[in-house]
């Protein structure tokens, strides 16, 4: 890989690790209602990611990422709904004690883990070239800017076209990082499609999924959307 394309990478990886945080952090305050716990889980799940990600980044080969990363991008495509249908299920068991623990897990997999794997080899393939440490992280950070900014300036908009280009930009860097062990050239065509089909019935997932939470937490039998925000708060 170029350094450009590792820039790049890294950029796009800070503007999804932005995005994720803030949805996880709108999501689980309101299945938790806007609790210590709720920020707790978040900031926990956040510094955890990192370090799981920065751990394990020097002990993949190519082909285990390559895996870890088509796993990484079918949940990610999971998560706007897997949060509710996750504290639904354990509800409707009976095991609420467990949810704040699987929402971290979650959260630190879905959230920061898998993105910060690419920062600590990206360093070290560049060693040789003598790229210091502070570049590709100041491109990382940029990156995390611009998804603040994104969200910021598209907060009227529905939160699938935040979520469509979070996932472009995870198409992007698989076929940059691991594409030549998934699909090679193709690997951006195989999986677009899928993100194109979430992204069509992201209103009704996200309708479902929140119905079988509140079925399954408040006892609610019928149910319907009277309002919907995407909103910063």
């Given at each position: 890989m170029s350094d450009r394309r590792a820039r790049i990478v890294l950029v796009l990886c800070g503007f999804n690790i932005a995005v994720l945080q803030f949805?996880?952090?709108?999501?689980?305050?309101?299945?938790?209602?806007?609790?210590?716990?709720?920020?707790?889980?978040?900031?926990?799940?956040?510094?955890?990611?990192?370090?799981?990600?920065?751990l394990v980044a020097h002990r993949l080969s190519p082909q285990t990422l390559a895996r870890i990363?088509?796993?990484?991008?079918?949940?990610?495509?999971?998560?706007?709904?897997?949060?509710?249908?996750?504290?639904?299920?354990?509800?409707?068991?009976?095991?609420?004690?467990?949810?704040?623990v699987v929402l971290t897990a979650v959260a630190v997999f879905g959230g920061t883990a898998f993105y910060?794997?690419?920062?600590?080899?990206?360093?070290?393939?560049?060693?040789?070239?003598?790229?210091?440490?502070?570049?590709?992280?100041?491109?990382?950070?940029?990156?995390?800017?611009?998804?603040?900014?994104?969200?910021?300036?598209?907060?009227d908009a529905p939160f699938a076209v935040v979520y469509a280009a979070s996932a472009a930009a995870l198409i992007a860097i698989l076929h940059f990082t691991t594409g030549p062990h998934l699909w090679g050239r193709a690997t951006a065509a195989?999986?677009?499609?899928?993100?194109?089909?979430?992204?069509?019935?992201?209103?009704?997932?996200?309708?479902?999924?929140?119905?079988?939470?509140?079925?399954?937490i408040y006892d609610f039998s019928e149910l319907k959307t009277v309002e919907s925000a995407h909103s910063l708060y």
């Open positions: 949805f996880l952090v709108k999501e689980l305050s309101s299945l938790l209602l806007a609790t210590e716990i709720a920020l707790t889980l978040v900031t926990t799940a956040y510094f955890a990611g990192f370090s799981v990600g920065y990363a088509l796993a990484a991008f079918f949940l990610h495509l999971a998560l706007p709904f897997l949060p509710r249908t996750i504290v639904g299920l354990f509800y409707s068991w009976d095991l609420r004690a467990f949810v704040p910060s794997i690419f920062l600590p080899r990206l360093v070290e393939r560049a060693a040789i070239g003598a790229v210091p440490f502070r570049v590709y992280m100041t491109f990382e950070v940029l990156g995390m800017l611009g998804g603040l900014v994104i969200t910021f300036l598209l907060a195989v999986l677009a499609p899928f993100a194109l089909m979430q992204a069509l019935a992201f209103e009704q997932l996200d309708f479902a999924s929140t119905a079988y939470a509140y079925r399954n």
